[in-house]
Structure formats: structure tokens, C-alpha cells
């Protein structure tokens, strides 16, 4: 007789968002920004303010903030999920999350984000050119990024912005942070070659916002790895 096997799926970051929990979350993710999309559309047409348009903004204004709260939450969820070892998306919808994790995780995501970009958002915004000033600010942001977001993702709580921890820690695990690095920009690059060809064909264009989520998932889960592998030389104490 033989035995079934209780082996995980083998590591593939390009297949780890196939799971039911994954697609699931694919799925009300992309459609909550499709319906608040809609919503926006035909509020653009009114001219006047109207009761059904004031109703309109509200109703777009709280399916933004629940759709990129949930988001958020869920790509921490999935940094979690493989810092743990874990290979397919996780199925965390029985455990819904309240407003304060919703808020708490949107608000940590938004924070790594500003920390590494906003001076080259800055720097664009004052000159409007793309010179050297502006390459170096986003070199660097791309640099601190996924170490601060797995910060946030793990700690929750503004001692991830301590930049000596960051900068020690990448030192500590020089090579295989690097690799992180590259294998993010690699998969960034990717949606932005994959949209500009897509972005003007109809209806196909319309997958451009799920790929992009599906490809989050997997940058995620490419930081999870990261700490999973160096757990013992980063020494966080977390998980």
C-alpha cells in the first residue's frame, strides 16, 4: 500500500500565489478596485452635486480604503506565510481582519514605501527631469525597500525605520539580500514590459491590474523566503 506524501509544494516563487486562497484574494481584491473604478467613472459624468453622486464618493472613497487596507494586510499575511516556510498562498480569510489591522497595515506599507521613494518622488517633482539626482534617490530606494518592508511586515511598530539594524543586517546577509534585490527588480520589470504592451489592446488590458497583483504576492513571498533562509543571522526574534 502506498503511503501518501505530506510534503509542501517545492519553492516556486512564480507559482505561489496558486492556491485557493491566493485566487480567492486575486479575485475580491481585483474586484473591489473594478467596482470602485466603475463607481468613479460614472461619477465623472455628473456636473452637479447631486444626493446619488455625494453617494457615489463615499461609497468609492470606502471601497479604496478597504480594498488597499485588505491588500496590504494580505501581502504581509504572505510575507508571514513564507518567513514561515509557507509555499502557496495562505487562506486567512476565516480570520478577517478588523479595522485597526486593516488601517495598522496600510499605514506601515505606506511608511516603507514614502521612506525609500518619496526623495526621489521630491527630486522629480521639484526638477522634472531624469538626471542623476533622480536615478540615485530611486537606486537607493529600491535598495532599502524590501529590507524595510519586511520589517514592517514582521515588527509592526516604527523600530523597523532604525537604519543601523538595516544596514547591519544586509551586511550580515550581503549576498543573499542582493539576490532579493535582483530578483524583485527582475519581476518588476516584467509588469512594466508586459504593460506597455498591453495597456492600449482592449479588454486585454483589463488583466493588467490582476497581474499586478498576482505579481506582488510573489515579490512577498520572495521577501518571506529571504528571512526564512537568514532567520538565525538576522537574529530579529520575531515569528
Known sequence: MSQQSDEKPSFNPLLYPVSVGGLVHLIIITTCFYVRNYLHSLSQGA????????????????????????FFYYLAECVRDSAKAGTRAPASINNAPGWNELLSEFGFAVLAFAGCFLPAMLIYGNTGNLDAKLWT??????????????????????????????????????????????GLIFVADAFVVTQKYLQNAPFISNLLLPLFIYLSMVCAHLIGRYYLKNTATLNWDVL
Open 47 to 70: 456636473v452637479f452635486m447631486t444626493p446619488f453622486l455625494v453617494l457615489c464618493l463615499r461609497v468609492i472613497f470606502a471601497i479604496l480604503v478597504i480594498a488597499l487596507g485588505y
Open 137 to 182: 534617490a530611486l537606486a537607493v530606494g529600491m535598495w532599502f525597500f524590501p529590507m524595510l518592508y519586511l520589517r514592517a511586515a514582521l515588527f509592526s511598530e516604527l523600530r523597523m525605520f532604525n537604519p543601523f539594524e538595516m544596514i547591519r543586517s544586509i551586511a550580515k546577509t550581503f549576498v543573499d539580500y542582493h539576490l532579493l534585490v535582483v
